[in-house]
């Protein structure tokens, strides 16, 4: 119900009103429609203000305020991370913060401590070899882990066991037409 409605229909009982092809309905068709406009803008900014339910600009400020973007794809995945780099704070150093946030933040990195005291290793477990777009995840790991860690990135390929295990022949690779980076990550 638009709020000229609301007007008409709040003003009806009185009985006092000409609400239909009246200066008094056109005049509350008038304030209704200004009350419209701004209850929508009063929905747009509430919607905007939440990262749950943001789709635009307020996903957009959310961004500016910080010092990467997430490497995201959805409307979803983009939200989920922003609300993971917002959670990054003082507590946020455990092993098991460390790796929701970098969950949160969509990356496909798991950080583990190495028994080494400052140095933590970070692999990329369902992604064979460098993962596409590494330096900007690369970015986003540096920024969520302390500073004052070694980090050592960890990639898997396959190994030639695997290979052999897979292949007859070198013919029966070849005829794939993969090129080596192609290759070395053929692990499935």
Known sequence: MSYGDYL???????GIYRLEGSLNGGELESIGGALDGGAAALEELER????????????ENIERLLARRPVTHTLEDRRTALAALLRIGGDSFTLAAIN????????NAVASETGDPGRVEVRFPDVPGIPDGFEEMRGIIEDILPCHLLIEYV??????DKMEER??????????????????KLVK
């Open 8 to 14: 008409k229909k709040l003003l009806a009982p009185l």
């Open 100 to 107: 929701d946030n970098l969950r949160g933040c969509g990356l």
């Open 155 to 160: 990639y898997w390929f396959i190994t030639w």
């Open 167 to 184: 292949f007859d022949t070198w013919d029966s690779i070849e005829a794939l037409g993969l090129d080596w980076e192609s290759l070395e």
């Open 48 to 59: 905007e203000m939440l990262v749950s339910t943001a789709q635009g600009e307020g996903l």
